[in-house]
């Protein structure tokens, strides 16, 4: 099963956003999407999540039209974590976290453990009390991490599972960015379809299976990061000269500027 887009173009305001893109994000697979600041990656999100309707093509959840689901049905298989995320509310992390589990009949017991748990799992647990009006960004975004989390941390017997994440990593310290990733290639592990929007070249070579580079709305290549990450791609999209080695201990692609 896959979470797909094909054919879609997003017409707005005068501009075209994104035109013609095809693309599948398999469950237990991590898809990447990068490219230059204003390429459509956050655009194509939205389109992905049903956020922001196609001007054309359509979008497809587990062999059925997007649309097609309910909101309650879709809220089980795919969980979304923007890249700014507006709370001004004095909710402490285990209110804003349980926020995920609202779309799921599992009791208040069970999902007081799944909360606790997801929050442990971010490194986050010493936060369950603490007003979210009152943390530092990074803080806040790994809390919002924990939320996305904890919506999918159950299979769901209506289909295979996706997490989007729109730079979920740009607040986070060198350690939380591994963290992050680390979780990202476990959900994989388990069966979830992750996509995610990364700035940093050799994060996304790190832990993604297909690479989507997308430039001007439209994708100019995709794959695996050693087809993808090449210098003569990232000269043309991104206009940066650069040299392509070994990670010395992932042995993915790095990127040298």
């Known amino acids: 099963m896959t979470m797909s887009a094909r054919g879609i173009s997003l017409h707005l305001s005068g501009f075209d956003l994104l035109r013609n893109i095809s693309l599948e994000v398999e469950a237990g697979k991590v898809t990447t999407i990068v490219g230059p600041n204003g390429a459509g990656k956050s655009s194509l999100l939205k389109v992905l999540t049903g956020e922001m309707p196609p001007t054309a093509g359509d979008v497809y959840l587990n062999s059925r039209l997007l649309n097609q689901w309910s909101l309650l049905e879709k809220a089980q298989m795919l969980a979304?974590?923007?890249?700014h995320t507006l709370l001004n509310f004095s909710f402490t992390a285990?209110?804003?976290?349980?926020?995920?589990?609202?779309p799921h009949q599992t009791g208040s017991a069970k999902d007081v453990e799944i909360v606790a748990e997801a929050?442990?799992?971010?490194d986050a647990s010493?936060?369950?009390r603490r007003f979210y009006t009152q943390m530092s960004g990074g803080e806040k975004q790994r809390v919002q991490l924990a939320r996305v989390l904890a919506q999918i941390w159950q299979p769901s017997c209506l289909g295979e599972q996706f997490l989007v994440l729109d730079e979920p990593t740009s607040?986070?310290?060198?350690?939380?960015?591994?963290?992050?990733?680390?979780?990202v290639r476990q959900l994989a592990q388990k069966g979830v379809g992750?996509?995610?929007v990364v700035h940093?070249?050799?994060l996304a070579a790190r832990c993604a299976d297909n690479i989507v580079v997308i430039d001007g709305g439209v994708i100019a290549a995709q794959g695996s990061p050693e087809v993808v990450l090449t210098e003569t791609l990232i000269d043309k999209v991104f206009g940066v000269k650069s040299i392509i080695s070994e990670h010395p201990i992932t042995k993915r692609p790095l990127v040298i500027t």
């Open 80 to 83: 979304v974590l923007p890249q």
């Open 94 to 102: 285990d209110e804003v976290v349980g926020l995920g589990r609202i």
């Open 119 to 122: 929050l442990e799992l971010v």
């Open 126 to 128: 010493y936060l369950q």
């Open 171 to 183: 607040a986070f310290d060198l350690s939380h960015q591994k963290l992050t990733l680390d979780i």
């Open 194 to 196: 992750v996509v995610m």
């Open 200 to 202: 940093d070249l050799n």
